[in-house]
């Protein structure tokens, strides 16, 4: 039975990576992302003869994004499978905080994940997966992204609340909490890494190699699946052992 799977943020990086993932494995794709190169990679993986339609809206709409989940809804049936991946990263130093810094990230990366999965569990059926990727910037901290490790700790609570009143009818809720990946993100020099802050933070790893997007799109691929039928509530890291380590 062909499941549908909507992904946010599926135009770049991670959610590009889990487009392909989950279109290999013969899913119906709804894809949704602000940029209107979600419809350039709808157009490629239905030309490779997979299932994918294309909407382009700004998860931090609550309007818009309701829409779009009601027309996924009526164009294609329920989802089985909501991943709530859209997300930003702003880099602005705690003395020039303010609420228009604050609320731009957190609009995004936790609003506009609770909005996904709350949209898609209304009528999604038993068995169905929601999964939201969070960051290890949760737990760690990251310098001048104090709004950044908010939103992305917030993201954990959502999920560990969502598990608990889903579970009895049969949805399971779990993050994903990626480590230092290489997507357009954290190759910006402006707001995250770039290109040298890769280079140097990999040596560093006790895998000794910085992640790419397809080693989390796998791992999403393993949550939604049948094998992971009695996990719900948790929360997976995938960074290489960032987190275990110590200099």
Known sequence: MTRLVIISGAAVGIGRAMAREFALAGDQLALIDQSDAVHDLADELRR????????QCDVSDWSGLDQTLADIAQQHGPASVAIANAGIARKVPLAEMDEAAWESVLSVNLNGTAQLLLGAACAMPSGGSLIAISSTSARLGWTDHVHYSASKAGIEGLVRGLAVELGPKGIRANTILPGVIRTAQSLSEEHSLGEVGLSNISSRLP?????????VA???????SDAAAYIT????IVDGGLTIASY
């Open 207 to 215: 895998l000794r190699r910085v992640g790419q997007p397809e080693d």
């Open 48 to 55: 490779a003869g997979r299932n994918a339609a294309s909407y």
């Open 233 to 236: 509530g948790q929360s997976l």
């Open 218 to 224: 796998k791992v999403a691929q393993f949550l939604a």
